[in-house]
């Protein structure tokens, strides 16, 4: 089954057939989207969060290639007597303290009135991850990192949000010898100004995958496609899902070797009940979050259109005015009262590998994976939404 690409121009209403915009009765969802001033860096996988009105990025895999400990904060810049993002969203970057050991293709959230850190890759011990949890007390003033306890497993690119003062971590990739999910299927939790211990908060029954979005609404997680390159190929691949073969040439030519999840699972937190609810209309490959206990969104990603025949077609777009070939430039958010899905406003371009920050009506995106090798298909982008439900 060979995978098809489709550009699409993310500058124009024109797009692919089947990604026509979704809007019911029901959806009250608007998400208006511009770009802001891009991160002083080229960065991809970083941790990202809003702290008292300041966005705050810290860690990640920059280029010329290196692991990096440094991060940047920015403040929020607001409309007056609005309290909307302004046209400007925010104003200049400023540095923040190094984390004392630079975690590469990281994941992190705000919580706790601080930055969490969590994971990455480390080059020292062999390109393999590492379980290091580091957090940086913005609202206590601190002017150093601390070092919280260990995630239970090591993970680079983990799946990481905060709900309330607890951090929420599950899935990733240990990277070695490729790219393969680390099979852990716990979804960890750690009260960060209570007892500092990790707990699982649910055990996933699903095949291992990484880059996946997660979310609590209404006391159930949701958890939303991913992707993974199994060890040995894919077992058992399922024609709802996206698949590519090894490269032509190779002693393993014809076998599937990437499997890009089109799935939503739900789990009732009290009860520990999963179910897999109907099919989203994509294989997402990117991080989620939350609006108002009731919408799951995803935005861009290296996300796929599976066809009813079972072919799969990767998203992709140009940006005419930075040179680079992009990811996906849509925005879907699931509304989990009315159990629907719909298409938003999309993004100014396709972006991927990109961690996503949200306080009240704002939402900030910052990094993203190109296909462009001159700057290592990386770029600081960094995009402001503004919510509004009604």
């Known amino acids: 089954m060979h995978p098809h690409i489709v550009m699409l121009d993310p500058l124009s209403q024109i797009v692919y057939t089947s990604v026509k915009t979704l809007r019911t009765r029901e959806m009250s969802l608007q998400i208006s989207w511009q770009k802001a001033p891009i991160y002083p860096a080229l960065i991809k996988g970083p941790a990202v969060g809003i702290i008292d009105g300041h966005l705050v990025v810290a860690g990640g895999m920059s280029y010329p290639w290196r692991e ?12 007056a007597n609005s309290g909307q993002i ?20 990281t994941s992190g959230a705000a919580v706790a009135g601080g930055l969490a850190v969590v994971g990455g890759r480390r080059r020292a011990v062999g390109n393999r991850a590492t379980a290091d949890v580091w957090f940086l007390d913005v609202q206590a003033g601190a002017t150093a990192w601390e ?30 010898p490729h790219e393969h999910a680390t099979g852990d299927p716990n979804i ?48 058992n691949p399922k024609p709802h899902n996206a ?49 108002e206990d009731r919408w799951i969104v995803l935005t861009g990603g290296q996300t796929w259109v599976v066809s009813p025949d079972g072919s799969s077609v990767h998203i ?44 009240q009506n ?3 995106l910052v990094g993203n994976e190109t296909r462009d090798s001159i700057r290592g298909n990386t770029y600081g982008t960094v995009f402001a939404g503004r919510m509004k439900t009604e």
């Open 243 to 291: 698949l590519r073969i090894f490269p032509e040439g190779e002693a393993t030519a014809d076998r599937i070797s990437h499997v890009v999840f089109s799935e939503l699972w739900e789990c009732d937190l009290p009860s520990g009940t999963w179910q897999e609810l109907p099919r989203p209309p994509r294989a997402f490959v990117a991080d989620a979050f939350t609006v």
């Open 316 to 359: 992709m777009g140009h940006v005419p005015d930075m040179d680079f070939v992009c990811h996906s430039h849509e925005v879907w958010a699931y509304d989990t009262h009315e159990e629907s899905w719909a298409a938003l406003d999309p993004l100014p371009y396709g972006i991927a590998s990109h961690r996503v920050a949200v306080c």
């Open 68 to 79: 990096v400990e440094y991060g940047f904060g920015a403040p929020i810049v607001a409309e």
């Open 147 to 176: 070092k919280l306890p260990d995630r239970p497993s090591p993970a680079m690119v983990a799946t990481t949000f905060a709900h309330g003062d607890h951090l929420y971590t599950a899935f990733g990739t240990d990277w070695h």
């Open 86 to 105: 302004a046209t400007a969203p925010i104003g200049e970057w400023y540095p923040l303290p190094p984390i004392p050991i630079g975690p590469g293709w």
């Open 362 to 364: 704002s939402a900030f």
């Open 188 to 235: 960890y939790r750690l009260d960060v100004r209570g007892s500092g211990i990790w707990d699982v908060a649910a055990q996933f029954p699903g095949e291992p995958r990484w880059m996946c979005g997660m979310g609590i609404c209404r006391d159930k997680l949701y958890v939303v496609g991913g992707h993974d390159i199994p060890i040995g190929g894919v077992v």
